[in-house]
């Protein structure tokens, strides 16, 4: 029963995926696509210039939340929802070692692609997130785990494995920047819908068509929304220096974390940023 939920949530990224790899060039993925991982996206929109969003906002968190400099050049990142490479090819520039994590393959091969056109390919290796919730990776791998709009877009059990997975692979010393969608208006009709839409994806060429359109893509994959109670309460003993960053119109609260706001964050969402002991 548990997995074929899972199955279920996992359908409008696996259809997302198979119209991808069709796609002739990533150019044509960012055009022709409703699953574009930002608001940059239209029919005149390149990949360039899909990647170049990418490139202004990893050096923004990064520095906000204190994890850049040049000492990342001989430290690994693992990037939790890589998609097809928007972000990750600045990461091959700011790291010396990438891990790229997708539950589909199709967005990793594409992320290949992407990153050997904008980025440092030879620091680059992907992975593919099979069941959606588990990284096949060992403990200590990493020095640094983050995750951008991706876990809004996994059910709530699913999202906190995630959570906890990124614990588990940073070593101690190393970071968190996880980010996540908190409770808002309208979520009792959201979460629900995008159940609904999702459940249209298994109808036979349906779900292709679907994953061309933006505003029903965008809608399939409200799965959930999470206080940082939620989350930091489990994850808590695994951490130090515990920081919720909200949008500065935010009034969200946190036990526990110390509160940080920054213009970047949209004002919906929140990041966890902590240190792993």
């Known amino acids: 029963m548990d997995s074929m939920r899972r199955r279920s949530q996992l359908i409008p990224w696996k259809s997302a995926g198979r119209v991808s ?6 150019d044509d993925v960012v055009r022709s696509t409703g699953w574009v991982f930002n608001n940059e996206t239209g029919s005149e929109l390149t990949l360039a210039e899909f990647v170049a969003t990418g490139d202004d906002e990893v050096p923004a968190y990064l520095e906000t939340f204190g994890v850049r400099g040049p000492e990342n050049q001989q430290r690994t990142i693992v990037e939790i929802g890589a998609g097809i490479g928007r972000m990750t090819c600045a990461f091959t520039r700011e790291f010396g070692s990438v891990v790229a994590c997708d539950l589909d393959r199709g967005f990793l091969e594409r992320c ?3 990153v050997g056109r904008f980025g440092k390919p030879d620091r680059l290796r992907t992975l593919e997130v099979a069941n959606g919730r588990t990284l096949d990776l060992p403990p200590n791998t990493a020095d640094l785990a983050f995750s951008y709009i991706t876990l809004q877009h996994c059910e709530e059990d699913d999202a906190l494995e995630l959570a906890s997975e990124a614990v588990r692979v940073v070593k101690p010393g190393g970071k968190i920047a996880l980010n996540f969608r908190g409770p808002g208006l309208g979520d009792h009709l959201v979460v629900p819908a995008g159940a609904v839409v999702r459940s249209m994806y298994r109808v036979p060429k349906v779900g ?3 994953s061309r359109q ?4 965008r809608l399939a994959w409200q799965a959930s929304r999470l206080h940082p109670d939620q989350v930091i309460g489990p994850l808590s003993p695994q951490l130090a220096e515990i920081e919720v960053w909200k949008n500065p119109g935010s009034k969200l609260s946190a036990a526990g974390a110390s509160m940080r706001t920054f213009e970047g964050v949209h004002t919906h969402h929140w990041w966890l940023v902590a240190e792993v002991t």
Not at 21 to 26: A, I, K, N, P, Q
């Open 21 to 26: 790899e069709r796609m002739v060039s990533g």
């Open 112 to 114: 290949h692609e992407t």
């Open 208 to 210: 292709d068509w679907l």
């Open 214 to 217: 933006r505003s029903v893509t």
